[in-house]
């Protein structure tokens, strides 16, 4: 149960940087989703909680919104 909690914690964190990224560099979802290769439904629903996305994906965003 407590890592279940903790991986949940960490996902939370991933979408809040990943979402003040996109705010801070004024890039809209689409464009991630584009740079990502994938269709912006399941990118918008992993930023809302309700979906995932590959850790590849995650650190494509990382790299694409310069996030260290």
Do not use: T, W
């Amino acid at each position: 149960v407590q890592e279940s909690y903790i991986c949940l914690k960490i996902l939370f964190m991933i979408r809040e940087v990943i979402l003040e990224a996109l705010k801070k560099r004024g890039i809209k979802q689409i464009e991630l989703a584009d740079h990502l290769g994938i269709n912006k439904s399941p990118l918008n629903a992993f930023l809302k909680g309700k979906g995932k996305i590959s850790m590849e994906n995650i650190e494509k965003s990382f790299l694409f919104l310069g996030i260290d």
